[in-house]
């Protein structure tokens, strides 16, 4: 399995595709697809059924994109980063390849 650097929580930005620049927070993690569910990215609309719990309507619901369309943003300089793991104290930490912060 690849080594995965992103995950669920951190604000990446979009580098490619009808949304590029567009930033937003990562919901989920699709390791099997490579993929990644992006909040405002990639929405689509889709008709809902009403049903007993939900009343049903237009839905707009975000779709995955490819993960190797997003990277990740770095909280120190606030613009989109490569990241490497280094061991730090004896623990395996990620690191922006530009500014060698730590990224938590």
């Not at 980063?81 to 912060?101: F, L, P, Q, W």
Request: glycine letters at 8%; aromatic letters at 0%.
């Amino acid at each position: 399995m690849d080594k995965w650097r992103i995950r669920r929580g951190d604000t990446v930005q979009v580098i490619t595709g009808k949304d590029k620049g567009v930033r937003g927070e990562i919901l989920s993690v699709l390791r099997d697809d490579r993929r990644v569910v992006v909040k405002g990215v990639n929405v689509c609309t889709r008709h809902q059924k009403p049903t007993a719990t939900n009343a049903g309507g237009l839905i707009k619901k975000e779709h995955s994109v490819h993960a190797s369309n997003v990277m990740l943003v770095d909280p120190s300089d606030d613009k989109p980063v490569r990241v490497e793991m280094k061991i730090v104290d004896g623990k395996k930490v990620r690191v922006s390849k530009r500014t060698g912060s730590v990224i938590n």
